[in-house]
């Protein structure tokens, strides 16, 4: 199946129950209270089809992005006093539950996918919770003209102490096209430099290995696992089980190091080390331009390595709630971060993704081996999902909530007309807002990407 169609199906069933999800929320605390729900909505505008049961059409709609639940007077102006199933008529703290619901069920649903996933096979790369030691740095990187070198031990990175390599790349991807302090110690001695985070990603994902950070991800040499026909490595006379012990006299732990050595020496011929049993190798290899799978080329020698260290978790249940807590704990407060950053103007708008960013996303997860990379995505969104929608703007949940609140205080009902200008301008700052991000999406895509300098 062509990427482009992997990714948007999947991002049409995750956002799905996603939406799902969240209307659920609205929907059952309503019931319970005994609010009339007029239509449960998957999506938006026409009713492409559905069923009716009760009260409510449970429907489908043609615009996938989103979803809502219609409750009978839920408009003070289309309310008519007397009719007890009414919005309006149930006790202000009813409607603001009513308004939680929907992003506390989001929340639960991020809970339980993750508790169940630490339940079942949670596999862990060793070196996202060791030290920060950098494996390679290329010379004209951004981390290379800060002057950091490979063998470096990250001590400090941004406002975190001796940091793993997890909070390395999540403060970093915190402070794109920001300036970060970062201390290191090398040969005994603590080294400063100020570190430009410059997002070269040009509509991929940002990653550390941008910078010229390329992590240390095992102590050992690279193993070969493969040969790959009609490349050098094979000729050249390396063979399965060979270790790499250096190239051109340089320790790399990690293939993306490699990649990025020969990218550096464009093809010149190289000389590497190998230990086969107990003897030591050496070895002539002139790396060959190939693919890179994105319209690329890249230089490549040609062969597979063995997986690097990790390991399987698979918790009981008391530690799965443990760990699924924290994770999403540590995921809002990322979320949260990111917020405070954009209105403080520390973070550019433009690493906003909407539906085409969210697709490349869930496309990319879906093609990964294992249940890891989607199930984690899924509760992120399902966390963004949920707190986007506690921002208090009116038409989201949290609007609703913040005008009921003020309502309680002053102990009287808002003016209608007052609060209908507010939903006007709500609507059109959002809708303009949606714009922004949908056309920043179609501007980060490759083929718009290529066309910048």
């Known amino acids: 199946m062509p990427f482009a169609l992997t990714a948007f199906v999947s991002m049409l069933i995750v956002l799905g129950i996603m939406v799902l999800v969240h209307e659920f929320g609205h929907f059952i605390v309503a019931k319970l209270f005994g609010v009339r729900v007029e239509v449960f909505s998957i999506g938006f505008g026409k009713r492409i089809c559905g069923f009716r049961r009760g009260d409510t059409d449970y429907r489908i709609s043609l615009l996938p992005f989103g979803g809502y639940v219609k409750m009978t007077g839920e ?136 910078l010229g950070l390329f992590p240390r991800v095992q102590a050992t040499p690279i193993k070969v696992s493969d040969i790959e026909p009609g490349m050098p490595a094979g000729p050249a006379g390396m063979r399965a089980a060979d270790l790499i012990l250096s190239i051109d006299g340089l320790q790399l732990h990690s293939v993306q190091s490699v990649l990025s050595f020969l990218q550096q020496d464009a093809g010149k011929p190289l000389q590497i080390v190998v230990q086969r049993g107990s003897q030591i190798l050496h070895l002539t290899v002139t790396p060959a331009v190939s693919e890179n799978g994105g319209g690329g080329k890249l230089y490549r020698i040609g062969f597979e390595p063995d997986l690097p260290p990790f390991h399987v978790e698979q918790m009981p249940l008391p530690q799965a709630i443990q760990q699924s807590v924290s994770f999403n704990i540590h995921n809002s407060s990322l979320i949260v971060d990111v917020l405070r950053r954009m209105v403080t103007r520390r973070m550019a708008m433009e690493t906003l993704s909407g539906p085409v960013g969210i697709a490349r996303q869930t496309g990319l997860a879906v093609t990964m081996p294992g249940w890891q990379p989607i199930i984690q995505l899924m509760s992120i969104i399902s966390l963004n999902l949920g707190i986007f929608n506690l921002l208090p703007i009116p038409i989201l949940d949290g609007g609703l909530i913040l005008l009921l609140a003020i309502e309680g205080l002053i102990r009287r009902d808002i003016n209608q007309e007052f609060k209908e200008r507010i939903y006007q301008v709500a609507f059109v700052v959002l809708i303009l807002f949606a714009v922004f991000v949908m056309f920043n999406d179609v501007a980060k895509l490759p083929i718009f990407s290529k066309l910048r300098p």
Do not use: C
């Not at 409607?95 to 809970?111: D, E, M, Q, S």
């Open 75 to 210: 408009n003070p102006a289309e309310a008519t006093s007397g009719d007890p199933g009414e919005f309006t008529a149930h006790p202000r703290w009813q409607r603001v539950l009513i308004g939680f619901a929907g992003p506390v069920a989001n929340f639960v649903l991020a809970f339980v996918l993750m508790t169940g996933f630490y339940m079942m096979h949670n596999e862990v790369l060793d070196f996202l919770s060791a030290p920060a030691v950098i494996d390679f740095i290329p010379m004209n990187s951004p981390a290379g003209r800060a002057g950091l070198q490979t063998g470096d031990l990250i001590t400090r990175f941004d406002s975190q102490d001796n940091p793993t390599w997890e909070q390395v790349r999540i403060h970093a991807a915190l402070n794109l096209n920001q300036t970060v302090p970062v201390t290191v110690l090398r040969n005994g001695q603590k080294i400063s430099a100020d570190l430009d985070i410059v997002d070269t990603s040009r509509g991929e994902d940002f990653s550390v290995e941008k």
